[in-house]
């Protein structure tokens, strides 16, 4: 059974960070690919970054290129979302996901965690 756990969010201003962390099984391994999405209110879950389990390859939306960084530590298997600059329109619920591929469709993730909120004050 793979369990995925995200935790850091919470309330920042505008222009500030946040690191969010998904804690996965062991067997997540078994999954190529890691990402994270996001879920406004009033609006679809929408892809936000997504790594390879062989640190090959990373993938990001346009809307946070250049502002948020994904990363995973296999000693832990861990992994990270790096928030910087953030803005008023980042505010959402993030998920962590484990799929087959990578890609930016939720339909290619098999598991899902139950989410954290971020919420950036403008």
């Known amino acids: 059974q793979v369990q995925l756990v995200e935790s850091g969010g919470g309330l920042v201003q505008a222009g500030g960070s946040l690191r969010l962390s998904c804690t996965t099984s062991?067997?997540?391994?078994?999954?190529?690919?890691m990402g994270w999405f996001r879920q406004a209110p009033g609006k679809k879950r929408e892809f936000v970054a997504a790594?390879?389990?062989?640190?090959?390859?990373?993938k990001y939306a346009d809307s946070v290129k250049g502002r948020f960084t994904i990363s995973r530590d296999n000693a832990d298997a861990t992994v990270y979302l790096q928030m910087n600059s953030l803005k008023f329109e980042d505010t959402a619920v993030y998920y962590c996901?484990?799929?087959?591929?990578?890609?930016?469709?939720?339909?290619?993730?098999?598991?899902w965690g139950q989410g954290t909120q971020v919420t950036v004050s403008s």
């Open positions: 062991g067997r997540a391994r078994n999954y190529y690919a």
């Open positions: 996901a484990a799929g087959a591929r990578l890609e930016v469709g939720i339909q290619a993730y098999n598991y």
């Open positions: 790594i390879t389990w062989d640190f090959i390859t990373t």
